[in-house]
């Protein structure tokens, strides 16, 4: 019975791997399709996102599961509780991931920002898809210096999204109405999936160590 128990743990976190490695894939497309103004590939993130979805659902039937026909303790009791934490929140980040691309399709042939923006969403896209791609290493390394890498691009995500704020509140902002709640809409997008990256990160500290930490700052 443990050797199936240590299998179904094995094939938790080999879930969480491969969710992780789809949001990647959705969150690269969306930032392509909202820089590019890709409405194809926006309509297939749009797509995929109930494929996490889906798969999201079926790893959290199985953590429901394996409590309640294992009732495991201490460490391994922490794993699975903790995947029906991480499932949420990759969830989360594949639906961010959506969000962008959605504000492709609406403004499909548009830009969705106007030019003087361009850059700095070319920069917090490529941040996104880089704490994307770490954090699916994370999950099946579990490697504590991946988590601090995490934390740091989540830094500039943020210091990005700050710049997106200043712009449009700036005296010099020339764009409409609806280039303002686009540009607000989409930095939101673009933060928050980084924010849920940090917030699993922590997650998976605490499996490797035991202990509610942060990543250093």
Known sequence: MREVFQQELREVQDRLVEISTLVGDSIENATRAFNESDVALAETVIEDDRKIDALAAELDELAITILARQQPVARDLRIVVSALRISASLERMGDMAEHIAQLARYRFPEKVVPKGLRSTFREMGALDV??????????ATQDPAIAEHIRNEDDKVDALHLAVFDKVLGETWKGETVDTVDATLASRYHERFADHAVSIAKKVLYLATGDWVQPNS
């Open 130 to 139: 880089e704490i994307a791609r770490k954090l699916t290493e994370l999950l």
